[in-house]
């Protein structure tokens, strides 16, 4: 996995975004070694963000688990 600090999460799947779009039907969601990386937790919530979705939702950004 490469060096990351911060990724999205689905809590209810358990599983991570591996390819990005601004449009959550053309996200892709895998397991955390293929995981897209953001550079800050204000990238993560702006990736979000641009879903429409608000903090209630089922998203969060966090620091990879260690390997």
Same mark, same amino acid.
């Given at each position: 996995? &490469? /060096?990351? *600090?911060f990724v999205i999460k689905d809590n209810t799947t358990g #599983?991570?975004?591996t390819q990005y779009a %601004? %449009? #959550?039907e053309h996200?892709?969601? !895998? *397991? #955390?070694p293929t %995981? +897209?990386?953001f550079a800050d937790q204000? /990238? +993560?919530?702006a990736a979000i963000a641009a879903w429409g #979705? !608000?903090? /209630?939702?089922?998203?969060?950004? /966090? *620091? &990879?688990?260690p390997r």
């Open positions: 996995m &490469p /060096q990351c *600090n #599983l991570y975004c %601004t %449009t #959550l996200c892709l969601w !895998g *397991n #955390l %995981t +897209v990386c204000a /990238q +993560v919530d #979705l !608000g903090e /209630q939702s089922r998203f969060i950004g /966090q *620091n &990879p688990p």
